[in-house]
């Protein structure tokens, strides 16, 4: 059974860069499926950020594609989320999630990690 | 830019039917968008409903189904019930692995 974890600093300075890791567990990262962010902003509606495969092929958001990283690290069975320049508008609660290009569906998430971006 | 629109607040009467739907404000939502149904509750991750038009996720409930109705993808709940009062959201596949989700139906059970 797969699960996922978000981890990270919950409190990033303007400007500075939000990291934040999925650890996955009861399923190899390099096995198959793609690899998926999300965040949703307090009381707001949920946002795909981006989606990456274990052999580094990425789809991003275009919106955020110009301070947007995502990576994969298969030793460690995690992928992971760089967004720069931040604002007050990227405080969020972030969510990773496994993705299954056959079906195309999203599941299963992790629970989310909230990331708030504040001097 | 098209945008993918959802009802902002819906109500059923428990046992009830209702129809939760989701378009695009420019052209029609097809089986190609791979259309998918989540539901949320207040302080808990999204969970997955319906995927790729009318698949059922593991363990949801034959209560809830999706369809294509018109030019707009459906979740249909019938029999509702007092714990299906939660967040739905839909989530369109636009081409070039990029998704849009809709703003959200507010359901209520009452």
């Known amino acids: 059974q797969v699960q996922l974890q978000e981890s990270g600093p919950g409190l990033v300075k303007p400007s500075e860069t939000l990291s934040l890791t999925c650890s996955v567990s009861?399923?190899?990262?390099?096995?198959?499926?793609?690899w998926a962010w999300f965040r949703q902003s307090p009381g707001k509606g949920l946002e795909w950020i981006g989606t990456?495969?274990?052999?580094?092929?990425?789809y991003y958001n275009p919106s955020l594609r110009s301070r947007l990283s995502i990576s994969v690290d298969t030793s460690k069975n995690q992928f992971s989320l760089k967004l720069n320049s931040v604002t007050a508008a990227d405080t969020a609660v972030y969510y990773c999630?496994?993705?299954?290009?056959?079906?195309?569906?999203?599941?299963?998430w992790g629970q989310g990690t909230l990331v708030t971006v504040s001097s | 830019q098209t945008v993918v629109t959802q009802e902002p607040s819906f109500s059923v009467s428990p046992g009830g039917a209702v129809t939760l739907t989701c378009g695009l404000t420019s052209g029609s939502v097809s089986t190609s968008h791979y259309p998918s149904w989540f539901q949320q509750t207040p302080g808990q991750a999204p969970r997955s409903l319906i995927y790729?038009?009318?698949i059922r996720s593991s363990g949801v409930p034959d209560r809830f189904s999706g369809s294509i109705l018109g030019n707009k993808a459906a979740l249909t709940i019938t029999g509702a019930q007092a714990d299906d009062e939660s967040d739905y959201y839909c989530?369109?596949?636009?081409?070039?692995?990029?998704?849009?989700f809709g703003g959200g139906t507010k359901l209520t059970v009452l």
């Open positions: 790729s038009t009318n």
């Open positions: 990456i495969h274990h052999s580094g092929s990425t």
């Open positions: 989530v369109l596949y636009m081409g070039n692995g990029y998704w849009v």
């Open positions: 999630a496994t993705y299954s290009t056959s079906t195309k569906q999203f599941d299963p």
């Open positions: 009861g399923y190899s990262i390099s096995s198959g499926y793609y």
